[in-house]
């Protein structure tokens, strides 16, 4: 993959990662400054279940960011865009779809196939 690709790449991920980041000090921000005391047992609930599902998404941001840092990791390399299965060229489509992918196409199907017969 040629620098000029290369770069376009990194800024893609460099932009989700900072958009991540900044979410994730609101969240923290937002929940150590809270001082919300609901005395209603239901809103105290209705509220409880809000930041539930709110860390919840942050984690799985969380495991996106260790993605993005792996990916930006590779561009430094030379290792992006190649697949960790079988050592191919990953098509830029799928690049495109999902900058922070370590699988091409055919490995990826083949995984899910996998995953579908074990019933994962």
Do not use: H, W
């Amino acid at each position: 993959m040629n620098k000029k690709k290369l770069e376009y790449f990194r800024g893609i991920l460099q932009d989700q990662l900072d958009g991540l980041i900044d979410e994730a000090f609101k969240t923290v921000n937002g929940m150590t400054n809270s001082k919300d005391n609901f005395p209603d047992p239901t809103d105290r609930a209705a509220l409880e279940t809000d930041r539930n599902f709110l860390l919840r998404i942050r984690d799985r941001e969380r495991k996106l960011i260790e993605k993005i840092k792996k990916a930006l990791e590779k561009i430094d390399t030379g290792d992006f865009g190649i697949c960790d299965v079988c050592g191919k060229k990953i098509g830029e489509e799928r690049l495109m779809a999902r900058p922070v992918t370590t699988l091409c196409i055919d490995c990826k199907k083949k995984q899910e196939d996998r995953e579908k017969a074990k019933g994962i």
